[in-house]
């Protein structure tokens, strides 16, 4: 019995096309740089007889790279760090595609594939946070920045850790709040697409800064180019801190409003 073809259309069409669209539409970024190029590299990985869970692995090691290059490195490596998390969005594509070409999904896979979105993303605002520090054109920042006059390069440092701390804590009340609260699963999207114009405009801004996968790696690129990673941190620091705060208000008020409904 002769082994199955792998076609690069094989690939591509074992993923939904609703969210091809939703992706395209909402994420463009992501879906151009990151879930295009994964049906490409997800054929190598099936040539190679890489399984999803591998290819998890493998996105935590250049997820985490990336973070030391981008605390620790030159511009150079900076640089280097910023495309290699890239890549991390293209491989944390990959992994799902080889489930889905090969019909073979797992609870662990699925789980894993969270834990690793979630270590490298809390990682990776923390060396973004002591690449600022270290980066002394976050330092002249500073000491041009009239609205900073009080503060050292320490703030970058806090800035950093708070950022991941924040992201972290909104993703996991997210998740607990769809859990609790709505019936739309957690991978589904596509579903929660607003009718009107402006709050469609709205969600597509809100999806694109929430997170990293959006308007965030060209907003790296840009502060690495310029020395300007002191001012990036600073934004996610005051950008995750409001998906935060958004989170506890929107569950607040769903439990207000579901024990009025039962009383």
């Known amino acids: 019995m002769t082994a199955r073809k792998i076609d690069i259309k094989d690939i591509i069409a074992t993923y939904s096309k609703d969210k091809m669209v939703f992706e ?11 879930r295009l190029p994964s049906f490409y590299l997800t054929w190598i990985f099936l040539r190679l007889n890489i ?6 692995y493998i996105s935590l090691i250049v997820g985490l790279a990336s973070c030391i290059f981008l605390a620790l490195g030159s511009y150079m490596l900076k640089l280097a760090g910023a495309l290699m998390v890239n890549l991390g969005f293209v491989l944390d594509c990959v992994d799902g595609n080889i ?7 797992s609870p662990f896979g699925e789980f894993i594939d969270a834990l690793v979105g979630y270590i ?24 041009h920045a009239e609205i900073f006059p009080l503060f050292s390069k320490d703030v970058f440092l806090f800035a950093g850790f708070w950022s991941s701390l924040s992201y972290v804590l909104a993703r996991l009340g997210s998740l607990r709040y769809k859990t609790i609260f709505t019936s739309v699963p957690n991978d589904d999207n596509t579903k929660v697409i607003a009718s009107n114009r ?3 405009i709205i969600s597509i801004i809100s999806r694109n800064m929430f997170g990293t996968s959006g308007f965030f790696m060209p907003l790296l690129l840009f502060a690495i180019v310029f020395r300007l990673l002191g001012l990036l941190v600073l934004l996610y620091a005051v950008v995750n801190t409001s998906g935060l705060i958004l989170i506890i208000i929107k569950a607040t008020a769903q439990s207000f409003r579901t024990l009025k409904k039962e009383n």
């Open 24 to 34: 395209r539409r909402n994420k463009a970024w992501f879906y151009y740089t990151g």
């Open 51 to 56: 399984s999803a869970n591998q290819a998890t």
């Open 99 to 105: 489930a889905r070409y090969r019909k073979s999904f």
């Open 120 to 143: 490298v993303t809390a990682f990776l605002f923390m060396s973004i946070g002591v690449g600022a520090f270290i980066d002394p054109g976050s330092s002249a920042l500073l000491r």
């Open 198 to 200: 402006f709050h469609r």
